[in-house]
C-alpha cells in the first residue's frame, strides 16, 4: 500500500466501523411485562409495532422485534380486566453518533432507514388501567385499535 492510498483506506475503514447498519443487529430482544396496582399480571396479550412490523405477545414475555426510528406502540388487553395503550420512542444509538461524524452524515441516513442506528428500551413495563377506566379515557390515536 503506498502512502497516497493510506488516507483514503484509513477514512474508509474508519467510516465503515462507525457504520450502524454493519455493526449493529436491526433486530432487538425486548421483554414485555405489564403492572397493575405495584403488581406484576401475567397472560395479558399485547400487540407492539412500529412501521416496519407488528409483533404479539402474551405477558411476561421476550420477544424479538425489528428496531426503527419510529415509535413503537404498545396496545395491551386482558379481558374484562385491564387495558393500556403506551408510545415508546426509539433512541439513538452510539454508533448512530459514529457513524454521522465519520461519513460526513451518509451512513446516517442509511441507519436510520434499516432502524440499526436505533434502540428501543430492553424492557418494556407496560402500566395497565381496570377496565373501568376504559369509558373515561379518550380514544387511542388514527388507525390503532384496541382490542
Known sequence: MSLRTFPFSAVLLAGLCGCATLTEPTDQ??????????????????VLSNDVGKWFVTTPARISLRKS????????????????????????????????VLTAGVGYFVDKNTGAGYEYPATLTVLMRPAAERATQPPPAVGVTLY
Do not use: F
Not at 430482544?29 to 399485547?46: D, F, K, M, N, Y
Not at 419510529?70 to 459514529?98: F, H, T
Open 69 to 100: 426510528a419510529s415509535p413503537l406502540r404498545i396496545d395491551c388487553k386482558q379481558e374484562g380486566m385491564a387495558w393500556a395503550y403506551e408510545k415508546v420512542d426509539a433512541k439513538a444509538n452510539s454508533s448512530l453518533w459514529g457513524n454521522l
Open 29 to 46: 430482544s425486548v421483554l414485555v411485562q405489564t403492572v397493575l396496582e405495584h403488581r406484576e399480571i401475567a397472560g395479558v396479550g399485547c
